[in-house]
């Protein structure tokens, strides 16, 4: 019995060493499956809240936490085991000999009632042109996002991917206090208007000071309270180089979904976003750095001592 005893704890130790080495690329496979999953989640979920937005429809953010991967394995020879976090087994176990394995993703969601910039971006976002389109038919061309919705075809185009990811991200996991300024407040001086009709109004506005030339989106407070979005790029007149600072740009938005005339726009209050050339981040407060390098050199004391400590 003893010997026998001995070569069964031999042959499983054996087992495990030939087997180590497949049960790491397995287990990063799966963990990549599992963050490609979450990550899906809020993609799908801004698209989903522009869609209702862009039809009316109430929506609800929500915030997911709490990810947990669960499972069982069974082992050749009817052996068993559970486990949480898959990849606690590599550290564990290092072994891949399950027969069967059975994983389930769960996370609690919760809805955000206390945000309203989100559901503000949201709502500007669906109703600014050339963000989120729409139309009975799939489009002809390759375009960054798309889904069906009661008949119609709402899609996000190429040129629009950037503008959607920030918008993703500053909805969802970008919520900390914000270290770099997003914006450039500004106040429109003039605006006049170019070409208008029942679905499209282009204009031309003045800042009174300047910003990076190029593609972006402004947000302006209008003189009755409302706040409304259009995208602006530069003119073709007179054109300066992109990234160079000017006060003269060309909005344009949809008339029939924003409610809002040229005359609207003077003197407003706005907030500039550039696609490509935000604003510099602050210098950093010296004061700041000066009590993290003291804190660094009271851990580094602390962790001197107890090392020294017999």
Known sequence: MPQRLSLCVICVGFLVICTSGCQVPSLTRKMSSVRGSIQDLYFDQGLDNLIRARNQLPFIHLAYRDFQVTGTDVLGGGAKFNYTDAAAITKMFGVDAAGKRTEFVSYKAAPITDQNDIYEQFMAFAHTPGLLEVSPEPPPFPVYAIREYCGEYYWIPQEAASAFMHLVMGTSMMRGAETVPAAQERRIVTASLITGDEEETIAKIVLDQPVPGGDGTIVATLDDGRKVRFRVKLPAANRPDDGAPTTE????????????????????????????????????????????DTLETIQALQFSTERTVP
């Open 249 to 292: 740009f060309q909005a344009q938005w949809d008339p029939s979904e924003e409610k809002f005339t040229v005359h609207n726009l003077v003197n407003a209050q706005v907030r500039f976003y550039s696609d490509l050339h935000p604003p510099e981040a602050p210098a950093a407060d010296q004061t700041q750095l000066q009590i993290l």
